[in-house]
């Protein structure tokens, strides 16, 4: 069984903190960026579930097997964010572009059900 310290754990810990920092910075990238930043968590989050496979195989203790779990729902939680910021923004933009078209009302209704939904959950 391999424990990692918790000089390491908080190091892991700060390095998120200021990914998710640098994340907010992020709000005026453009669309093309965020798709971009997406696909790069899902590479990494791929790596992480690959490795959670790997624990399970060689019978790592559970408590270290959810702690990974748990960071790959985070990470799924922060992807999940960020492809909504980049459908509301398409959306928002579509809507600027022709505020008066009956198609751009209805694409901003269906981003604020969504919104409402992806709160919800």
């Known amino acids: 069984m391999y424990v990692i310290p918790a000089m390491a754990r908080r190091k892991v810990k700060r390095a998120l ?3 998710l920092l640098s994340a ?4 005026a990238a453009p669309l093309d960026t965020i798709q971009q ?3 790069a968590r899902l590479r990494r989050i791929e790596g992480q579930v690959r490795g ?3 624990m ?4 790592t203790d559970c408590r270290d097997i959810l702690v990974q779990v748990k960071a790959v729902r985070s990470a799924l939680k922060a992807a999940n964010g960020l492809i909504l910021k980049r459908y509301l923004l398409g959306c928002h933009k579509q809507a600027r572009e022709n505020p ?3 198609d751009a ?3 901003l209704d269906e981003s604020m059900r969504l919104l409402s939904s992806y709160l919800d959950s």
């Open 17 to 19: 903190r200021r990914k």
């Open 24 to 27: 907010s910075q992020e709000d």
């Open 37 to 39: 930043s997406v696909l």
């Open 52 to 54: 959670i496979q790997g």
């Open 56 to 59: 399970v195989a060689n019978g």
């Open 100 to 102: 008066t078209s009956n």
């Open 105 to 107: 009302v209805a694409k």
